[in-house]
């Protein structure tokens, strides 16, 4: 891995000429956006530690081996990876109850999960994750992010670790408070600004250094990066996980194992889909599982609490102008050098520049046309999107989206199941022809059968499936009660245009078939056993 892993760095601080990375003005903006980054990770990164009960070089160190090895390896330039909150709640209890040194095996286990899942090529089935549900992510994302900021209008020092990140603190009043919102402002309308101006350097860094000079050159008295916590160290050391090797052990970091992994690939491959919108990219599932999973598995080794993409920071770096591998290799090696060298200058940042960067990004990231379509889309996707939103908010968002994608597949279920119907002609030969139109599934399954009348019908009759599509093993059964309803009348039936897989295992219940040359070949989604042998369907 380290081969690949230098050798992708290199590509990515000499890129090629096809994609225009070779022009020193694109260079520039992005290392000027990975320093942004890196700046605005700081504070996420001790706040999420202290949510997650672990020291904040903890977070830090999992922030830059993250972010880093994401940035070489993973499946979309300018998406930013670090320490998450998403899953600093899930670390606590595990921390809690068991130790650090737990967690550190936890996350060697996440990661390894992360590249199965990677390499077995499942991060495809994020497309299954309806539009609707996307839109309620972002929303939710976004105010989860504008609630996070909330806390650092706390006196520092005061708030408290609770189960959703750092709550219960003494609030700012007085004219500490009015400066804190007037330097907060001061950034956001730079930010907003500054681009009609020029794009030489990037709006949010100098929101950060204008409000920074003010704030030291005046004396303000404002919260620093370093009333938070010292972010001084040394270089990550090789650690291996100080846990007994035992079955009780494996029992015990398994379901945390498990919950981390989901929660880091689904928020992932979410923000890798909304990055590609943005930068016009496509692909690369996979791959950032992959990646995500060879970065937790080496953070895990180097002291880390792990870690996934980072919606926040990925918004910042792509409006900031971030499109290559290289404003995340920057943003990595310039949070390891605050680390190393620059701590006592980056702990005079005022936490209210970082406030006001962040206030942007929640502004750039909710889906404002949502609210507009709210009343113009489907009562379902409306719900959806509303729904996604509050369980974000309200809980995770590996939670909110697992509820949006199961409520909007039973919306759909229950849609085409609906969709059944069946036209019939008697042909000249006096048989009855039932066309039957629409999905056949296990929700249309009941609907299929009252279409038929076999104490009417004639001694003959034909089911034509030329418009409609057998899914799944409730289909099948449905098929064969129909057929031995027929078959009790001493009728006879004939099932046309049917799939080869469908009649290969209808053949069981010993029912006429007419295998027409122009039959469907689709493969059906069920595994069902047959005398002959076992028949495992593809889709």
């Known amino acids: 891995m380290a081969g690949s892993l230098m050798a992708a760095l290199g590509d990515a601080i000499t890129p090629k000429k096809p994609r225009g990375a070779t022009d020193p003005r694109q260079i520039k903006t992005e290392i000027l956006s990975g320093l942004t980054v890196a700046l605005a990770l700081v504070p996420e990164a001790v706040a999420f530690a202290f949510v997650a009960g672990v020291p904040p070089l903890v977070g830090l160190y999992a922030a830059f081996i993250v972010g880093l090895i994401t940035a070489v390896l993973g499946g979309r330039p300018g998406m930013i990876s670090g ?3 998403a899953l600093a709640v899930v670390m606590v209890s595990l921390v809690a109850q068991h130790g650090i040194e737990y967690l550190f095996a936890t996350v060697v286990l996440m990661g390894l999960i992360q590249i199965f899942v990677g390499v077995m090529r499942w991060g495809k089935f994020i497309r299954l994750v309806p539009h609707p549900v996307m839109l309620g992510f972002v929303n939710g994302l976004a105010i989860v992010i504008f609630l996070a900021q ?20 003494e609030w700012l009043s007085g004219p500490r408070l009015y400066l ?20 030489i350097i990037p709006a949010p860094l100098a929101g950060i250094g204008v409000v920074a000079v003010v704030v030291i050159g005046l004396g303000l008295d404002t919260p620093l990066v370093g009333d938070l916590a010292s972010i001084e160290g040394g270089l990550p050391p090789f650690h291996i996980p100080a846990v007994p090797l035992t079955l009780e052990t494996f029992q015990i970091i398994l379901p945390y194992a498990v919950i981390l992994a989901a929660i880091g690939l689904i928020e992932s ?3 890798l889909n909304l990055v590609g919108e943005i930068t016009g990219q496509r692909g690369g599932a996979s791959k950032e599982c992959v990646a995500q999973g060879a970065a937790n598995t080496v953070t895990g080794f180097f002291g880390g609490m792990g870690g996934c993409a980072m919606i926040g920071q990925s918004m910042i770096n792509v409006n900031s102008g971030g499109r290559m591998r290289l404003s995340g290799i920057a943003a990595a090696l310039f949070l390891l050098c605050f680390i190393l060298f620059a701590a006592p200058v980056i702990e005079l940042v005022p936490l209210a520049a970082l406030v006001g960067v962040m206030f942007m990004v929640v502004i750039g990231t909710f889906a404002w046309n949502s609210l507009k379509i709210l009343t113009k889309v489907p009562f379902v996707d409306a719900f959806v999107i509303v729904l996604v939103t509050a369980v974000t908010v309200a809980y995770d968002l590996a939670t909110a989206v697992v509820v949006g994608v199961i409520v909007s597949a039973l919306a759909y279920a229950w849609q085409n199941a609906s969709r059944i119907r069946a036209r019939t002609h008697v042909t000249p030969e006096g048989a009855k022809v039932y066309a039957v139109d629409g999905p056949l599934f296990f929700g249309s399954a009941e609907g299929f059968s009252e279409l038929f009348d076999p104490e009417t019908d004639p001694k003959l009759v034909i089911v034509d499936f030329a418009n409609s599509r057998v899914a799944d093993q409730s289909a099948l059964t449905a098929i064969e009660a129909v057929a031995a309803k027929y078959e009790a009348a001493g009728k006879k039936l004939e099932l046309r245009h049917l799939s080869r897989d469908c009649h290969y295992l209808l053949k069981k219940a010993g029912q006429l078939m007419t295998d027409s040359e122009d039959d469907p070949d689709y493969a059906l989604a069920v595994d069902y056993g047959v005398r002959t042998g076992q028949l495992g369907a593809g889709h």
């Open 269 to 271: 491959l979410l923000t």
């Open 180 to 199: 804190m919102l007037a330097l907060v402002a001061l950034t956001m309308a730079i930010i907003w600004g500054l681009p009609k101006l020029t794009t």
């Open 83 to 85: 320490a998450t909150g």
């Open 150 to 169: 909330l806390t650092q209008f706390q006196v520092p020092g005061t708030a408290e670790v609770t189960g959703h990140g750092m709550s219960g603190g």
